[in-house]
Nanobody, 123 residues
Framework: QAQLVESGGGLVQAGGSLRLSCAAS????????MGWFRQAPGKEREFVAA????????DYADSVKGRFTLSRDNAKNAVYLQMNSLKPEDTAVYYC????????????????WGQGTQVTVSS
């Protein structure tokens, strides 16, 4: 059974950094784009970043451009979200997701989801 497991969340002060990881298992994710979404209390789930299967294409939400970097290691079935210059408004549960084919920014496009990891940024 396909499984995505996020890790690396935690509490950090504004201006700090965190690196989220997503480990994929249970099936081959060859050809799958990977994405990160986040959801803050009382808000809808929103797109953060996505990366193509090859890693050659990435997309970022305007709110995180220049601060977050998404990468993947297909040999390890893992993706990494490096988050720098964190702000209190980045506080949310962060979800890893996978979709076959081209990367996308709409959560309904994604087929597999992790359980999420909490990121809290204090001011």
């Amino acid at each position: 059974q396909a499984q995505l497991v996020e890790s690396g969340g935690g509490l950090v002060q504004a201006g700090g950094s965190l690196r989220l990881s997503c480990a994929a298992s249970g099936r081959t994710f060859s050809g799958y784009a990977m994405g990160w979404f986040r959801q803050a209390p009382g808000k809808e789930r929103e797109f953060v970043a996505a990366i193509s299967w090859s890693g050659g294409s990435t997309d970022y939400a305007d709110s995180v451009k220049g601060r977050f970097t998404l990468s993947r290691d297909n040999a390890k079935n893992a993706v990494y979200l490096q988050m720098n210059s964190l702000k209190p408004e980045d506080t949310a549960v962060y979800y890893c997701a996978a979709k076959y084919g081209l990367l996308g920014s709409r959560f309904r496009e994604y087929d597999y989801w992790g359980q999420g990891t909490q990121v809290t940024v204090s001011s």
